[in-house]
């Protein structure tokens, strides 16, 4: 077994653990550290449930290795929910029944910020191409793009 | 957590990635976004014994206009690509074809060497290497040489890299009069393409790549002759230019019946 010593931020606190080189990301951040909130679904990049951000972008969680992390900044929905940084689109998916199991959520508010904060939410078809990369098992997706839509007019495009 | 055992090491510079490379031989895997990597070590179709994580070689980076051509460093993400001015200027293929290509979350990590050495042949960036005739820079321990997209592509995930070769840049003729166009068809968007085309016309030749249709993105060139008569020619003479396999999402006379759709739409682009 191959380990390695890393360390990096997440959520604004050091880190410096010892991992296993094949080991994910979102492993990393749900078995040692303890973050669970970044969810894993398909395990191969293609629902976007393990959706967290490195060094200021969303990546994949389970397609990036921990040992590929050193000195990076991470980011997990735990740490964009303290900041207060996503409430309004928090608040917009409450409203707007966005979200059923919730399963998904963390991974597409993460997405949908990103979005928000690059300014180009012009209209649902932009909204929904960003999105394409996650998927939602309950909510048929409607209500999503709502939530999305309702933050992007209230602070013309701008979170 | 689902990868076989490997070890890891990051190289500092590009010499001490060749050299770790030349020791391990088709033992190691070089790892660079690992967006088509790392599924295929969590789903154990690979299973290398060492990972040579080329992330931290600045050699690698970088977009310059050298010698009439647009070089772009291996080490480029797809997100930094979609954006930049001189790749939008110079290669408008490349700009049209980015956004197809997965989804934000993969186009933030993944690099544009990454995909065109892995040659997946429904991926877009190895047909659009191949529509504008660029080629390869390609290092080892011997030095580093030169090898055209059409030498590049050999068979399915196959090409002219061998164990110990690092791709390390792709180059683009400059064209500032070439016409380009670009289309696929995938059934969710960013998903790989069940067909696609990556075109580029100049001087009156005219270059089809097209990807998801075979195993490795593939030149038309009965259709590239025909298409100066009529476009309907060229979607004819496509019958003789792909026999595209069956997979798991359609069938091989359906890719082909989609290819001639492509065909038709895009052909005006490059007018």
Known sequence: MSTIDISLI?????????????????????????????????????????????DGEIVRGCLVLAVQCEDTI?????????????????????????????????????????????????????????????????????????????VAQMHGSKP | MKPRNFDYVRPKSLPEALAVLQ?????????AGGQSLVPILNMRLASPSILVDIGALH????????????????????????????????????????????????????????????????????ACLLALDGEVEIANIKGTHTVKAGDFFKDLYETALNPGDVLIAIRLPQAPKARVGFAELA????????????????????????????????????????????????????DRDLDPPDDLHSSGAVKKHLAKTLLRRIAGDLQ
């Open chain 1, 10 to 54: 997440v959520n604004g606190e050091n880190v410096q653990q010892t991992v296993e080189a094949r080991k994910t990301l979102v492993d990393f951040l749900r078995e040692d550290l303890g973050l669970t909130g970044s969810h894993v679904g398909c395990e191969h990049g293609v629902c976007g449930a393990c959706t967290v951000r490195v």
């Open chain 1, 74 to 150: 991470v980011e997990t929905i735990e740490g964009v929910s303290d900041t207060g940084e996503i409430a309004a689109l928090q608040d917009a998916f409450q409203r707007r029944n966005a979200l059923q199991c919730g399963y998904c959520t963390p991974g597409i508010l993460l997405t949908a910020q990103e979005l928000l904060k690059s300014g180009s939410a012009k209209n649902r078809e932009t909204i929904r191409q960003y999105m394409s990369g996650n998927y939602c098992r309950c909510t048929g997706y409607q209500a999503i793009i709502d939530a999305v839509e309702a």
């Open chain 2, 23 to 31: 020791r391990h031989g088709p033992d190691a895997k070089i790892i």
């Open chain 2, 59 to 126: 050699e690698l980076r970088g977009i310059s206009v050298e010698n009439g051509m647009l070089r772009i460093g291996a080490l480029t993400r797809h997100a930094q690509a979609e954006h930049s001015p001189e790749i939008r200027r110079h290669a408008p293929l490349f700009a049209k074809a980015i956004p197809y290509i997965a989804h934000p979350a993969i186009r933030n990590r993944g690099t544009i060497g990454g995909s065109i050495a892995l040659a997946d042949p429904a991926a877009e960036l190895p």
């Open chain 2, 187 to 238: 059934r969710r968007h960013g998903d790989y393409a069940m067909a696609g085309l990556a075109a580029c016309q100049e001087d009156g030749k005219v270059r089809l790549a097209f990807f998801g249709v075979a195993s490795t993105p593939i030149r038309a060139k009965h259709a590239e002759a025909a298409i100066s008569k009529s476009i309907e020619q060229a979607v004819s003479a496509l």
